[in-house]
């Protein structure tokens, strides 16, 4: 088996600033996911990657940005954080073409 | 463009009951059907999925969904609940088309409270 990890876990912020989250998949799954989850919604997808330095944008990407640098590592900065996007931010992988996923446990992100 | 929607925010029922959580879709193209379940404070976890041939498929934990496309449905199902199955239940779709198999639509969830 494997394992999705997310760090942090909590992160706190101001109004304006730049945040990173970084998520880690050790499943050697090709495609890579930032999903937005608030509260008593659905997920809303950010972005997403088929292969190492590839992007794709999903329904809510603008005010992000999404860095693929290896094929086990996916990255979302939060550009200029605002108090309205408080939520959880799951990061998720599959194999190839499949649209069985694979979540972390969230990185709950808080901005002051 | 695909949606979803799942009808009941909120189910209620005892231990040893049966239940059923409601989805249902809109898309034209070739689907791919799942869902997930959230534990509080964690990650989603699939169940299962469809994308072709037998309608009724099985997931684990005892749970079971059927496809309709005449009712553009895929109901979850589980006979007898256990109070750990007390959870958020997504119901997720996407066009089953390589690359975007991936891209999933999900509902808003319904939370399913199992009393003991």
């Known amino acids: 088996g494997g394992i999705i990890t997310q760090t942090p876990k909590f992160l706190i912020g101001q109004e304006g600033q730049k945040l990173t989250l970084k998520c880690q998949q050790n499943?050697?799954?090709?495609?890579m996911y930032w999903y937005r989850q608030d509260s008593g919604k659905g997920l809303r997808l950010i972005y997403y990657?088929?292969?190492?330095?590839?992007?794709q944008k999903g329904d809510l990407s603008e005010g992000y940005d999404a860095s693929r640098e290896k094929k086990s590592s996916f990255s979302l900065t939060v550009t200029s954080a605002q108090k309205n996007e408080m939520a959880v931010f799951l990061c998720a992988s599959s194999p190839a073409n499949t649209g069985q996923l694979y979540f972390g446990e969230g990185s709950k992100l808080t901005v002051l | 463009t695909q949606t979803v929607s799942q009808s009941d925010a909120h189910v209620t029922v005892f231990e040893g009951d049966s239940v059923e959580l409601r989805c249902n879709y809109s898309y034209g193209g070739s689907i791919y059907l799942s869902w997930y379940i959230q534990h509080h404070g964690r990650g989603l976890q699939f169940l299962l999925k469809y994308y072709s041939g037998n309608p009724v498929v099985q997931g684990v934990n005892g749970f079971k969904a059927e496809f309709s496309k005449s009712d553009s449905s895929f109901h979850l199902r589980k006979a007898s609940v256990h109070w750990s199955d007390s959870a958020v239940y997504f119901c997720?779709?996407?066009?089953?088309?390589?690359?975007?198999?991936?891209?999933?639509?999900f509902g808003h969830g319904t939370i399913l409270r199992v009393h003991p």
């Open positions: 499943f050697n799954h090709d495609t």
């Open positions: 997720a779709v996407s066009a089953n088309t390589g690359a975007n198999t991936g891209k999933l639509t």
């Open positions: 990657s088929i292969t190492e330095n590839d992007l």
